[in-house]
């Protein structure tokens, strides 16, 4: 069945950087566009850009734009979400997620199980 | 950037009761463009409805929504013990992809 696995927990210093990976199984990787949501612990889901698997081409949210890099392998099947120079208020859980375009439709689906990265000294 | 306003922030109803969740958008927004999830504690977003008002696969059909242009509604006939979640709207009409700040399903 088409799934997203996302790699465990981090946790990380401020002013340090942060990858998470997203691997794809059930469907052609490179024939739909990933994106990533945020959710701080206990409020609610902030999107923060996509990447086009199969030219790599990006589109951030201007709110993390010169901080988040997206990225992928296609060999593997694999996305990338690296965040740098990070905060304490980036604590959260990073979830990717696939887009689905039916005609003028989308949707989000399915959606990885979520990567919690914590931020503290 | 399209801001979407659920309301309300927490509903309380039994199990049996029907509920009605609102989102209102900033602008006019696509019946297309506008999808419904539900979250519970410890788990990704599952989608429940896409254009607005299509139920996604394996959704009962206790689950339904329907709205156009800036006003949107999930309304869930019958409540079942598994529906007391968090649901959010989200919009795809423009970018940023924005969803709603959430409303929350408790138990009576």
């Known amino acids: 069945q ?28 490179t024939g ?57 208020d980036d604590t959260a859980v990073y979830y990717c997620v696939r887009i689905q375009l039916l005609g003028l439709l989308k949707r989000f689906d399915p959606w990885g199980q979520g990567t919690l990265v914590t931020v503290s000294s | 950037e399209i801001v ?7 509903l309380s109803l039994s199990p049996g009761e029907r509920a009605t969740l609102s989102c209102r958008a900033s602008q006019s927004v696509s019946s297309n463009s506008l999808a419904w999830y539900q979250q519970k504690p410890g788990q990704a977003p599952r989608l429940l409805i896409y254009g607005a008002s299509i139920r996604a696969t394996g959704i009962p059909d206790r689950f339904s929504g329907s709205g156009s242009g800036t006003d949107f509604s999930l309304t869930i006939s019958r409540l079942e013990p598994e529906d007391f979640a968090v649901y959010y709207c989200q919009q795809f009409h423009n970018s940023p992809f924005t969803f709603g700040q959430g409303t929350k399903l408790n138990i009576k």
Not at chain 1, 35 to 49: A, I, N, Y
Not at chain 2, 4 to 10: E, R, V, Y
Request: charged share 15%; net charge positive.
């Open chain 1, 2 to 29: 088409v799934q997203l696995v996302q790699s465990g927990a981090e946790v990380k210093k401020p002013g340090a950087s942060v990858k998470v990976s997203c691997k794809a199984s059930g469907y052609t990787f």
């Open chain 1, 32 to 88: 739909y566009y990933l994106h990533w949501v945020r959710q701080v612990p206990g409020q609610g889901l902030e999107w923060m850009g996509w990447i086009n698997p199969n030219t790599g081409g990006t589109i951030y949210a201007q709110k993390f734009q010169g901080r988040v890099t997206l990225t992928r392998d296609t060999s593997i099947n694999t996305a990338y979400m690296e965040l740098s120079s990070l905060r304490s």
């Open chain 2, 4 to 10: 979407l306003t659920q309301s309300p922030g927490t």
